[in-house]
């Protein structure tokens, strides 16, 4: 198992139903990539203030390192990547196998 940690600082412009509609196109990868086991999509949520700035994230957790592997290039995983980056300032990746 491999989690994909997205983390996401919007843009101070970032339109509302842009960020919803990122997270249609991100929840519904689930359905369209083999190997994905779960997709999670929300705001961040901790009382420990030590978000910086990244107030949105996403976890893809893939069965296996190869699945993550082959989501990287899939045309559907690149349809998304233009939504990310109309509502992204900055983005942190972080992998974790399991």
Same mark, same amino acid.
């Given at each position: ?57 996403? !976890? #893809?957790?893939? &069965? %296996? /390192?190869? $699945? +993550? ?10 349809? !998304? #990547?233009?939504? &990310? %980056? /109309?509502? $992204? +300032? ?9």
């Amino acid at each position: 198992m491999v989690l994909h940690v997205v983390l996401v600082t919007p843009k101070d412009d970032a339109e509302p139903t842009s960020i919803e509609e990122l997270e249609r196109a991100i929840v519904a990868l689930g359905a369209l990539i083999p190997g994905i086991a779960d997709v999670r999509f929300g705001a961040n949520d901790s009382p420990e203030g030590l978000g910086r700035g990244y107030t949105l994230g996403f !976890v #893809v957790t893939f &069965v %296996d /390192a190869e $699945a +993550r592997d082959a989501y990287l290039p899939h045309p559907e995983h690149r349809r !998304v #990547v233009p939504l &990310v %980056d /109309a509502v $992204a +300032r900055e983005v942190l990746v972080f992998d974790l196998p399991g």
